[in-house]
């Protein structure tokens, strides 16, 4: 279970120190195996390798014939990098995905239960700014009567 955000920086190839909290996970769950990739709010998805193949395995076995779905399709699967943790922690952001997501180098690594998202600090920082993301939808309905 990944949780917490981290500012991190990336270094000069765009390589990017996985948090230790996190590296011992890392290594037991995918032995250090990854999968990078893009998401629609422009910041990047970075899951343990086997929680990303039935995802894009889900993905593929949908039909391209409609739009929507081979756009997704070009997204999530033709971005999507398999790297692997070295062995001082690090992994390589491929510069296609760094520029996706306009990284350069501070970033936040935000923990998201099964997976990590990658943002650009700025980016992330007018995220949170903007007070939830909700707008003027308010709550969608899965989440009335949710209590913390």
Known sequence: ????????N??????LAVPSKFRDA???RCSGHL???ADSDRCLLVYPQPDWEPIEQKLMALSSFNAQIRELQRRLVGYAEDVVL???G???????LRRFAQLEKAVMLVGQGNKFELWN????DGRMDQGGGFGEGGLPPELEGFSL
């Open 1 to 8: 279970m990944f949780r917490g955000v981290a500012l991190l």
């Open 35 to 37: 999968v990078i990739t």
């Open 86 to 88: 070295d062995a001082t």
């Open 10 to 15: 990336l270094d000069n190839k765009g390589r």
């Open 90 to 96: 690090r992994i390589l952001v491929p510069p296609a």
């Open 26 to 28: 890392l290594s037991a």
């Open 121 to 124: 600090k700025d980016n992330w």
